[in-house]
Each structure stands twice: as structure tokens, then as C-alpha cells.
């Protein structure tokens, strides 16, 4: 009676290490080792074992997903990022990185980001960066995904239109301007100048010579040189105080303050959000008993 050749994954999910929590792709049977039910020709299901989460290895040669990279096992190493080498190619997963003069680009802490980049070309994430110059790109500002060469600036893997380089600045977290605009996530935000744009004490608010915009959008009603953004979701300018953007009616601005969470007080009372929660005198030693 013939031997049946048993199919198997290699498990229900990697336990430990690099590939911990990753759902399984992977199996075998007497002969063959498959990813995503291909076989991944020449790869020997006896000696076939797991480098990292992109890279596997057996008797004779390196893997990765359901391609053959290279024989020079004994030369083979990971690099940071997902980039590996076998010390004459560089690899991203599957893909051949083409080209001369590869280097992973970033300090230590941003290493593994995924940029690269060889003579001619940028990598990301494996990935060509269209346009990009190799010889002048840099990493601006890495931890916002802003990277820039002398022709361009991108948000990623795109292009971030009608910013330029030589004038592209951080104004909070992932807001910047130029000479042009200003610009969240890589895209244009309108209507608001760049010249005198300047983000709030959170960040959560942007303010130019004219207006106050949040979320790109831009509010009614607000003095642009008085305003301040307050304990969250507090803010006040010279004509009133906010919660939650809606003006709070009745505050007393020249004693008003928050206090803790979505508190607040004035003079003559203490705040829930926008509802009055008691009656308050801040110069009474003697709390009222309706204020608890």
C-alpha cells in the first residue's frame, strides 16, 4: 500500500521570536515546502527553517515568501528593515535591490524605517521611490515620514506636490510650510499663510494673522492674536472661552481658567464642560455648600 505524502502547516502561529503572532503562510509535505499553497521550488522540508519573518533557509540556499535568492548561504545575513545581503546582492524580501553602492539610510534609530538607496536609485520598504535623486536625498524629518531631495519633498512613498525643498520647514508633528504652503500628512492645507502660521501649545490648532483653523478647516469667530489652546478640549481667545470648539456663554475671561479634566472656573463658577456646575467665589475662604 503507498506511503501518503501528509501535508502540514508548520503551525497555528510562530510562538517566539522575530516571527511571534504572524499568521501562518507556511507548509509542508513529505517533499515539497509551500507559501500560500506555491511550492517554493528547490526548498528541501527537512532542513527548511525560518531566519527572521522575511527569511528562511535549508541545506543549500536562502528564501523568502516562495522565491529561491541565492546559494552563498554561508555569506547570507539580515540587515535592518527587512534588507538583507548575501555579500554580492541586497535583498528586500523576494525583490532584487538593483545597483551599485547600496546603504540603508537613517541613523541607528531610524534604521529601521526602510530607506535605502544605491547609486542611482531610492528604495522604500523595498519599494523604488519614483523621482527620487539618490545622490541628494535625505531623511528630513523620518519620524513623520518626510524625506526630501534637491527636487522634490515626500510624505512616504509620494511626492508631496508643489513643496519645495530648499524651504520646507517643521512647524508641529507632522504640519510643515514652505515658501508655498502648508502641508499635514503630505497634503496642502488652503487659506492658511505660511509666513506667519504657527501651531498651538498642543498642536492641535493652527493659527495664522487672520485665523484659526483645526484640522485644516477654519474657524469662525476667533481672534488669531489673542488665542491659546487650553487643557484639552479647553481653548480662549480676547472674545470668549471654548469647550469642545462651542463658545461657553457667561465667562468671566479675566479669571478664567481649567482646572482638571474638562473643569474649568471663573470667578463666579466652576464648569462641567460647558454647564455651569455651581456658583463660586475664588476669594471666599468659605466654599459654597452647592459646590461640591
Same mark, same amino acid.
Given at each position: 500500500?503507498? @506511503?501518503?505524502?501528509?501535508?502540514?502547516?508548520? /503551525?497555528?502561529?510562530?510562538?517566539?521570536?522575530?516571527?511571534?503572532?504572524?499568521?501562518?503562510?507556511?507548509?509542508?509535505?513529505?517533499?515539497?515546502?509551500?507559501?500560500?499553497?506555491?511550492?517554493?521550488?528547490?526548498?528541501?522540508?527537512?532542513?527548511?527553517?525560518?531566519?527572521?519573518?522575511?527569511?528562511?533557509?535549508?541545506?543549500?540556499?536562502?528564501?523568502?515568501?516562495?522565491?529561491?535568492?541565492?546559494?552563498?548561504?554561508?555569506?547570507?545575513?539580515?540587515?535592518?528593515?527587512?534588507?538583507?545581503?548575501?555579500?554580492?546582492?541586497?535583498?528586500?524580501?523576494?525583490?532584487?535591490?538593483?545597483?551599485?553602492?547600496?546603504?540603508?539610510?537613517?541613523?541607528?534609530?531610524?534604521?529601521?524605517?526602510?530607506?535605502?538607496?544605491?547609486?542611482?536609485?531610492?528604495?522604500?520598504?523595498?519599494?523604488?521611490?519614483?523621482?527620487?535623486?539618490? +545622490?541628494?536625498?535625505?531623511?528630513?524629518?523620518?519620524?513623520?515620514?518626510?524625506?526630501?531631495?534637491? +527636487?522634490?519633498?515626500?510624505?512616504?512613498?509620494?511626492?508631496?506636490?508643489?513643496?519645495?525643498?530648499?524651504?520646507?520647514?517643521?512647524?508641529?508633528?507632522? @504640519?510643515?510650510?514652505?515658501?508655498?504652503?502648508?502641508?499635514?500628512?503630505?497634503?496642502?492645507?488652503?487659506?492658511?499663510?505660511? /509666513?506667519?502660521?504657527?501651531?498651538?501649545?498642543?498642536?492641535?490648532?493652527?493659527?495664522?494673522?487672520?485665523?484659526?483653523?483645526?484640522?485644516?478647516? +477654519?474657524?469662525?469667530?476667533?481672534?488669531?492674536?489673542?488665542? /491659546?489652546?487650553?487643557?484639552?478640549?479647553?481653548?480662549?481667545?480676547?472674545?470668549?472661552?471654548?469647550?469642545?470648539?462651542?463658545?461657553?456663554?457667561?465667562?468671566?475671561?479675566?479669571?478664567?481658567?481649567?482646572?482638571?479634566?474638562? +473643569?474649568?472656573?471663573?470667578?463666579?463658577?466652576?464648569?462641567?464642560?460647558?454647564?455651569?456646575?455651581?456658583?463660586?467665589?475664588?476669594?471666599?475662604?468659605?466654599?459654597?455648600?452647592?459646590?461640591?
Amino acid at each position: 500500500m503507498p @506511503t501518503r505524502n501528509r501535508f502540514r502547516s508548520y /503551525a497555528t502561529r510562530y510562538e517566539s521570536g522575530h516571527c511571534s503572532g504572524r499568521r501562518v503562510e507556511y507548509g509542508r509535505d513529505k517533499q515539497h515546502v509551500f507559501h500560500q499553497w506555491k511550492v517554493i521550488r528547490g526548498a528541501d522540508p527537512r532542513t527548511y527553517a525560518f531566519l527572521d519573518a522575511n527569511y528562511a533557509r535549508d541545506k543549500t540556499a536562502i528564501y523568502s515568501l516562495a522565491k529561491r535568492l541565492t546559494t552563498r548561504t554561508n555569506d547570507f545575513q539580515t540587515l535592518a528593515a527587512g534588507y538583507a545581503t548575501d555579500g554580492r546582492h541586497h535583498f528586500y524580501q523576494d525583490k532584487v535591490i538593483k545597483g551599485r553602492g547600496f546603504e540603508l539610510l537613517g541613523a541607528p534609530a531610524h534604521s529601521g524605517l526602510g530607506y535605502a538607496r544605491t547609486e542611482h536609485r531610492v528604495y522604500f520598504k523595498g519599494q523604488v521611490l519614483a523621482h527620487a535623486d539618490a +545622490r541628494s536625498f535625505e531623511l528630513f524629518k523620518p519620524e513623520v515620514g518626510i524625506t526630501r531631495d534637491k +527636487r522634490a519633498v515626500y510624505f512616504d512613498n509620494r511626492v508631496i506636490a508643489g513643496a519645495d525643498p530648499s524651504t520646507f520647514e517643521q512647524v508641529h508633528s507632522y @504640519t510643515f510650510r514652505d515658501r508655498n504652503g502648508v502641508y499635514t500628512e503630505g497634503r496642502r492645507l488652503d487659506g492658511i499663510n505660511p /509666513a506667519s502660521v504657527r501651531a498651538t501649545e498642543f498642536g492641535n490648532y493652527l493659527v495664522d494673522d487672520h485665523s484659526v483653523f483645526k484640522a485644516g478647516q +477654519r474657524l469662525a469667530g476667533r481672534d488669531a492674536a489673542t488665542f /491659546a489652546e487650553l487643557q484639552h478640549p479647553w481653548s480662549r481667545d480676547k472674545l470668549g472661552a471654548y469647550y469642545q470648539d462651542s463658545a461657553v456663554p457667561g465667562v468671566d475671561l479675566s479669571s478664567f481658567k481649567t482646572t482638571s479634566l474638562n +473643569r474649568a472656573e471663573d470667578r463666579n463658577y466652576r464648569y462641567e464642560g460647558p454647564r455651569r456646575a455651581c456658583k463660586f467665589s475664588a476669594d471666599d475662604p468659605q466654599p459654597l455648600p452647592d459646590c461640591g
